[in-house]
């Protein structure tokens, strides 16, 4: 079973829909959950970076942390074709030096005019 | 802005060649990574370095050595390249006081093809 499990999509979604984005994991000591996003032929780029448990929002992206059920989520609000990317979800145990990242698979979204 | 210049956007090697991959960022960052891509796999830790002539194995080290003589470049070599390791092959740094946001910077990636 691998650490991180993300549905890798495709998802494909109308302009101005609501997206949730989903990825479960088994180890109960992370603490750091991030949301990377990757468009087509570049690299990621961190979108949304959570502490522990709870949420935060930043303009039409909501991150969602539920430690208890192990499982983080990616909001995004009036989705628009620009929002068509990949995205990866992340995680660690803790900060220090070096922060292992470990990395879902990431799920594929497409946002169509 | 931060940028991460990887030398080679597309490769194509043979069985067996000597591969060099080159990355080179401009911000200081003292912590340089490489990871590879595939398709259902994520991003996957190959090597790190948290300072010059310093590195650590990631997850999957087997088949590449890195090299990092200056605090801006790291270099991912594979001595003898095999098809397995077709793949994109990503670079990122960091910022150790950063640490703690997980915020990688990546390069864009070389997309690397052994026949």
């Known amino acids: 079973q691998k650490e991180v499990e993300q549905d890798p999509g495709p998802l494909s979604v109308p302009e101005g829909a609501i997206v949730s984005l989903n990825c479960t994991y088994s180890?109960?000591?992370?603490?750091?959950f991030m949301w990377y996003r990757q468009y087509s032929r570049k690299g990621p780029e961190l979108l949304m970076y959570t502490y522990s448990s709870g949420n935060k929002e930043d303009g039409r992206f909501t991150a969602q942390v539920d430690k208890s059920s192990k499982y983080i989520s990616l909001f995004i609000r009036d989705s628009q074709p620009s929002d068509s990317a990949t995205y990866l979800c992340a995680m660690s145990e803790w900060g220090g030096g070096y922060n292992k990242l470990i990395f879902g698979a990431g799920t594929r979204l497409a946002v169509h005019p | 802005d931060v940028k991460v210049t990887q030398s080679s956007r597309y490769l194509v090697k043979r069985t067996g060649e000597k591969v060099f991959l080159e990355c080179v960022q401009d911000?200081?960052?003292?912590?340089m990574f490489w990871y590879r891509q595939d398709p259902g796999l994520g991003l996957r830790l190959i090597y790190f370095?948290?300072?010059?002539?310093?590195?650590e194995k990631g997850d999957i080290p087997e088949g590449y050595s890195v090299s990092r003589e200056k605090k801006e470049r790291f270099s991912l070599i594979l001595e003898s390249a095999s098809t397995n390791q077709t793949s994109m092959y990503l670079c990122?740094?960091?910022?150790?006081?950063?640490?703690?946001?997980?915020?990688?910077?990546f390069g864009e990636g070389s997309r690397l093809t052994v026949l």
């Open positions: 370095s948290y300072d010059v002539k310093m590195k």
């Open positions: 180890n109960s000591a992370f603490q750091y």
């Open positions: 911000m200081d960052h003292e912590n």
């Open positions: 990122a740094s960091s910022l150790s006081r950063n640490a703690n946001t997980g915020e990688l910077f």
